[in-house]
């Protein structure tokens, strides 16, 4: 197949290049999912850059476990029994400027990971404030980073991927006509059309009956006149 008849034929793509750029469904969700990924990621480093301000910069206090509040997670499935019970610890402390303040953890666990009346670092600040372990300071942060690390990892694989795997030619069919990047002349495969049927036509073309050979691909196909004339000059091609 000469450079002239790949450029016009509608079958004959090239696969090299991003392969989710020719499919509108996978390039949304490529899209979605790598805006995801950064999404989540640096909010995982916003939160961990809070809190590494809070341990540079904040107070501390020594606070007292007064409560807990229990938060009922459902399952997916919303079945009862894969419910699962956390326990928030409510802490109260007393700050330098004398008042009694009283806060929530914002990491829960089962079983409870203090109990009441326990001695916590309480570390604060006009903006926030928290318990000081790695829980409360890096957990939320980890994870988000974690989540969103693996979501830019994995499209960044799916790039690499489609940019870097061994050019081939991608085949499409319409109906069964195949073009072939390897082959100097391009094959002629229609399911309506038999060898004995392909050889009435090419007598029809070798004696220059062209509008016979369209009629008679019409009449015995079913095809519309267009079609129909697009497989005899196909097929008058091989000749």
């Known amino acids: 197949m000469n450079r002239h008849e790949k450029s016009q034929s509608p079958v004959f793509k090239q696969r090299r290049g991003f392969f989710v750029q020719k499919t509108p469904m996978i390039f949304f969700l490529f899209v979605i999912f790598t805006l995801l990924g950064s ?27 007064v409560g807990f509040r229990e938060s009922l997670s459902e399952s997916p499935d919303r079945d009862p029994q894969k419910e699962t019970l956390s326990y928030f610890p409510k802490v109260e402390f007393v700050s330098d400027h004398g008042g009694v303040q009283k806060f929530e953890g914002q990491t829960g666990s089962n079983p409870p990971a203090y109990s009441v009346g326990e001695k916590v670092v309480v570390l604060y600040s006009s903006a926030q404030v928290k318990i000081k372990n790695w829980e409360e300071l890096w957990l939320r942060s980890t994870a988000l980073m974690g989540v969103g690390f693996v979501l830019l990892l994995g499209m960044g694989g799916v790039y690499w991927f489609s940019r870097n795997r061994p050019a081939s030619a991608l085949f499409i069919q319409e109906p069964s006509l195949t073009f072939r990047q390897t082959s100097e002349t391009p094959s002629f495969q229609y399911p309506e059309m038999n060898e004995a049927f392909k050889k009435e036509l090419e007598v029809l073309l070798r004696r220059g009956d062209k509008i016979e050979a369209i009629r008679r691909v019409k009449e015995k196909t079913g095809l519309d006149l267009k079609t129909s004339k697009e497989r005899v000059e196909e097929l008058e091609k091989r000749l």
Do not use: C, D
């Open 39 to 65: 999404v989540l990621f640096f909010w995982g480093v916003k939160e961990g850059l809070s809190s590494l301000h809070l341990l540079r910069s904040a107070q501390k206090a020594e606070g007292k476990v």
